[in-house]
């Protein structure tokens, strides 16, 4: 399923920003902006046991897909919450669009505060949004807006192996505040929060190159349309070269899993 297209990105698409990036790749046709696409999304759904009784916050919602995707194929109910107001109304209107708006909301706010009660919800997810945040801080709340018994599940690029820190400070300073962990870190780190029954996926091997993966979601409309951005502004370009490069240097580190643990 294609959205037909109305989402327009911000006037001024400058490297200095990393969301101004991801809209410029919604705006090409990239529908998802998450390692695994929805294939792992609907693994880690499953390990969340989420289900048509299921109440879900969906932590960086982006242009809603993941929401919709599991109230559709779960019956769930979703709420998605976007730092960018650009994204939640167009999340809005994709999921009225859909007819999905009795089952699925979308509030534009920072999660590493929720305006939400202690033990809302059955799942908290979350697919490539926490490596932009305070950790603690936003596992904090995640923690808090759980229900006891209630599943937390975190989709993300991760280190494959302890990164030198030239590695780490590039990754922050290219994706602007980005930050993650190699897979022990994030068990010992769901451990530290207080969660239980720990899965870690680890598909780095079968994930080669996130680029590929943005490039075939694109098709002929959305690679030219990039081009065009990218003719158009020197910084995008030299952005994008610069993304493309890191990707390249760093294959022996990056890594893609998600991490899926309960609240006891
Ligand atoms: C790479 S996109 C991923 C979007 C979506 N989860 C997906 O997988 O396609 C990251 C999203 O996280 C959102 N985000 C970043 N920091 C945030 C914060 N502190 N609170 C809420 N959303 C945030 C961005 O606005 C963006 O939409």
């Not at 370009?237 to 899993?257: A, H, L, Q, T, V």
């Amino acid at each position: 399923m294609k959205l037909k297209e109305t989402y327009k990105p911000t006037e001024k698409v400058s490297l200095t920003s990393m969301a101004n990036i991801d809209e410029m790749m919604y705006s090409c046709g990239v529908e998802i902006l998450h390692p695994g696409g929805l294939e792992k999304t609907f693994e880690m759904a499953d390990d969340c046991k989420i289900n048509k009784n299921s109440k879900v916050l969906d932590i960086g919602s982006g242009k809603g897909i993941t929401a919709i995707y599991l109230t559709e194929k779960y019956g769930c109910n979703v709420i998605g919450v976007d730092l960018s107001s650009n994204m939640v109304d167009y999340a809005k209107k994709f999921a009225e669009k859909k007819g999905l708006s009795q089952k699925i909301s979308f509030i534009n706010h920072d999660a590493h505060k929720l305006p939400f009660d202690d033990n809302s919800f059955n799942v908290v997810f979350a697919e490539c949004s926490t490596v932009l945040m305070n950790k603690e801080k936003a596992f904090r709340e995640f923690m808090r807006v759980t229900k006891t018994g209630g599943y937390i599940g975190d989709l993300e690029m991760s280190w494959k192996k302890n990164p030198q820190q030239k590695i780490v400070d590039k990754a922050y300073k290219i994706w602007e505040g980005f930050s993650t962990k190699t897979f022990d870190e994030w068990r010992d780190f769901y451990e530290k929060m207080g969660l239980t029954d720990i899965t870690i996926n680890d598909f780095s091997d079968k994930l080669r190159n996130m680029e590929m993966l943005y490039i075939k979601s694109l098709g002929i409309k959305g690679i030219l349309k990039m081009s065009w951005y990218m003719l158009r502004n020197k910084d995008l370009r030299k952005g994008m070269k610069e993304y493309s490069k890191f990707f390249k240097d760093n294959k022996d580190y990056i890594g893609y899993g998600y991490f899926v643990g309960r609240k006891k």
